[in-house]
T-cell receptor, first 114, second 114 residues
Framework: KQEVTQIPAALSVPEGENLVLNCSFTDSAIYNLQWFRQDPGKGLTSLLLIQSSQREQTSGRLNASLDKSSGRSTLYIAASQPGDSATYLCAVRPISGSARQLTFGSGTQLTVLP | KAGVTQTPRYLIKTRGQQVTLSCSPISGHRSVSWYQQTPGQGLQFLFEYFSETQRNKGNFPGRFSGRQFSNSRSEMNVSTLELGDSALYLC?????????????FGSGTRLTVV
């Protein structure tokens, strides 16, 4: 059974700092990995999607990497801003089988202090 | 284009009642998945529908059911509500279960059982 872990559970940084969020998964047979952002009481906003054949994806100040062999992904946020404060979730999708739903980590709650 | 629309946004129900939640996927998306999010359990998969057929079901009791209509809109129903059913229910859509472009989530329905 796939298990996804996100460390740290919470992170507080001053504005302008670069930071890295970590996601690890136990089964490397993944189809893709998706990073989401969730604001309090809201739904999930997709940030980046990395296919299993890719090593990284970039969007603006965000860069996500994937190392399937070691079961790890990182989300790098450059020049953090208070508006980046949210919970960040990673989710993996298995490559095959009947159970192809997303498995989520428990998230990293990020606070960027002005 | 319009995103994933979930209605209602908020619901308060009494224990023992039943409730129906609705999800309209992005136009052209035919796969709809449902997830339950609670502080203690995080995001857990409920079920996935594609072309009006349930493709996959998570580990939830039979009180949780769903269906999908020919226009891809989906509903989920919870009967005999329990206090523990209080949660944020999220719907996600994609072109198909094998969609390589990932999932788009709605804003969720916040269900409170009293």
């Amino acid at each position: 059974k796939q298990e996804v872990t996100q460390i740290p559970a919470a992170l507080s940084v001053p504005e302008g700092e670069n930071l890295v969020l970590n996601c690890s998964f136990t089964d490397s047979a993944i189809y893709n990995l998706q990073w989401f952002r969730q604001d309090p009481g809201k739904g999930l906003t997709s940030l980046l999607l990395i296919q299993s054949s890719q090593r990284e994806q970039t969007s603006g100040r965000l860069n996500a990497s994937l190392d399937k062999s070691s079961g790890r992904s990182t989300l790098y946020i450059a020049a953090s801003q208070p508006g980046d404060s949210a919970t960040y979730l990673c989710a993996v999708r298995p490559i095959s089988g009947s159970a192809r739903q997303l498995t989520f980590g428990s998230g990293t709650q990020l606070t960027v202090l002005p | 284009k319009a995103g994933v629309t979930q209605t209602p946004r908020y619901l308060i129900k009494t224990r023992g009642q039943q409730v129906t939640l609705s999800c309209s996927p992005i136009s052209g998306h035919r796969s709809v998945s449902w997830y339950q999010q609670t502080p203690g359990q995080g995001l857990q998969f409920l079920f996935e529908y594609f072309s009006e057929t349930q493709r996959n079901k998570g580990n939830f009791p039979g009180r949780f059911s769903g269906r999908q209509f020919s226009n891809s809109r989906s509903e989920m129903n919870v009967s005999t509500l329990e206090l523990g059913d209080s949660a944020l229910y999220l719907c996600a859509s994609s072109f198909s279960p094998a969609d390589r472009y990932g999932y788009t989530f709605g804003s969720g329905t916040r269900l409170t059982v009293v």
